[in-house]
Every structure is written in C-alpha cells, then in structure tokens.
C-alpha cells in the first residue's frame, strides 16, 4: 500500500468518466471539473478518448483539423507529449480526440494487450500532472475499457431522469472485471448526479433512489441543468471561463472542492515534494463563484 501511494502522489490521479449511457454529462463533467481544478493551479491533463470529440470542440479546437489525436497515440504512431495541446485554461492541457477513434477498436483487436496501450502511453507523463480525466464513450467497449486499465478510479455521472439507473450494473460488473483481470486497483471515485432540476417531481424521485443506492459513493456537489453550461460549449469554453459566476460554474467549481478534499493527502504530500502549494488564481469572476460555491446556491443532498 505505501509503494502505491509514493507512486500516486509522484505520477498524479487519473480518473476516467464512464457510463455506457449517452446523453448523462459525461464529457460537461471531463471539461469542467478539469477546468475547475486547472484554475486552482492543480495541473490538469484532459484526454477525449469518444469519437465524438466533444470534449475536444468544447475546449476550443476543431477536432478535424487537430494534428495529432488519441487515435495517433493508442496506435503508437505518435509520441504521446507531441499530440497533447494546451488550452485557453492555464495549466489544463488536452490530448484531443477525433473521427478515427472509431477505427481504433478494430485496428487494436489482433494487437497484443490492446487493452493496455493508453496505460503504457500514459505511464511515461503522468508526473506531469496532478490530475488526468478520461472521457469516455457512450459503450463498454475497447475505448472504454483501455481508459478504466489506465485510471486509478472512475467518477460516474447518473442523469437525473427516469432511466438513469438503466445499465448501472452491468457498468459496476465491468468495474469488477477489470479489477480481477486488467487493473486490481480501480476504484470507484464517485457518483455525480447530472442534469438535476430540483423543481421537477421526478429529478427529486431519482436523486433519493440514485441516494439509496450510492450513498457511499456520491458526491454532496449536484450538477444542475444550466443553460450557461450549453452556451460555454457552444463557445469552446468550460463554464468558469464563459460565465464564471453561474449555477453550471459554481457546481463543478464545488465538485473539484470534493474531489480534492478525497484526495487530499496525495495532494499534500506532492505539495510537499514540489515546494509549491496549490492555491486559488484570481481569475476574474472565478474566486466569486467558487466562494460562492459553499454558501448555500449549489444544490446538494441533505442528510
């Protein structure tokens, strides 16, 4: 256990976003919980591993036109630092994602330990980072499976609506699976409630079953359904940075709070090592919003 902490707190926590359900925030979650913790200087890694590459668009590339993808890297034609972008974010950096991902499962089929290529690419550069995220796509397929043998744990979002517990086990027997065969050491970083309206009955109903459910795995922090979160993705921009003072940036400014209060002895003693204790930037309208955070706006379970 200590051999695996030093090595934790040395290489940084990886962390991918799963649930084989569409349409859950996934990929909100990936842009703005790194972003969040990317303003309170913790450096921050965001790897789009969805063909889809919304992740990549919502960080302000066109993923048609990036140089260099993940599809680059898990096929090993590209180093994995020459394919990663800065973004407008400071100290949030991006291995973007494009169309070809969707061949990579197949190409990667008849390739030895293909469930293991992100693992070893990521390996070489994870104490360059405090935090990796994974967005994953909407399946339990080869993609998804190469990012969860990657990550230390996983963070699930559950959509507030009637078929949000749909699938939700067959994506923890997978959790079990990997862990006895691909990655003994993945854990389960957390159940996000997404999309949450607390005016609706039903948003209300699935909170208190996801609740009953997952209480010892979910966040206090809710992800309300805020349009600001929409119009930042049309933008190329995480919440905080398009409107730093809405409900959507106030959330996710609350979740990283939680993720790094769960990780804080990592993050100690790698604050230790570095000399360099994390702290908050004074980003304008952020410093608001994530003082505001704690003080009553966001929507949170009660005990």
């Known amino acids: ?69 993940c599809y680059e890297v898990l096929i090993s034609t590209v180093e994995f630092m020459h394919a990663v972008r800065p973004t407008d974010v400071p100290n949030l950096d991006l ?48 993609l998804t499976v190469n990012a969860m043998t990657a ?11 009637y078929f949000a517990l749909e699938g939700l086990g067959q994506l923890l027997n997978t959790i079990k699976k990997l862990r006895r065969h691909l990655n003994p050491r993945l854990d389960i970083e957390g159940v996000l409630l997404t999309l949450f309206d607390a005016r609706l009955r039903l948003s209300n109903q699935v909170a208190a079953e996801v609740k009953r459910y997952f209480d010892p795995y979910l966040f206090k922090t809710v992800a309300q359904r805020n349009v600001r979160i929409a119009e930042a993705s049309s933008f190329g921009k995480p919440a905080l940075m398009f409107d730093g003072t809405s409900t959507g940036a106030k959330n996710y400014l609350a979740l990283a709070k939680e993720v790094l209060a ?3 002895a990592l993050i100690q003693q790698k604050s230790v090592r570095s000399k360099s204790p994390p702290h908050m930037v004074s980003t304008s309208g952020v410093v608001h919003a994530y003082s505001s955070s704690s003080t009553g706006d966001n929507a949170r379970f009660q005990d």
């Open 262 to 264: 769960k990780n804080a």
């Open 151 to 161: 990550a230390d744990s996983v963070l699930i979002p559950v959509q507030a609506e």
């Open 1 to 69: 256990m200590c051999a695996y902490i030093a090595e934790a707190v040395l290489m940084g926590k990886v962390i991918a976003i799963v649930n084989q359900k569409g349409g859950v925030g996934k990929t909100t979650t990936a842009i703005n919980l790194s972003a969040s913790l990317a303003v309170m200087e913790h450096a921050t890694l965001v790897i789009d591993m969805d063909p889809q590459a919304n992740c990549t668009s919502g960080l302000g590339f066109d993923p048609r036109t990036v140089a260099h993808s």
């Open 95 to 142: 291995l973007p994602g494009n169309i070809h991902l969707v061949g990579a499962e197949i190409e990667l089929l008849a390739e030895e330990f293909r469930e293991r290529r992100l693992a070893r690419a990521l390996h070489k550069v994870k104490d360059r980072y405090d935090f990796i995220f994974i967005d994953c796509p909407p399946s339990l397929g080869l």
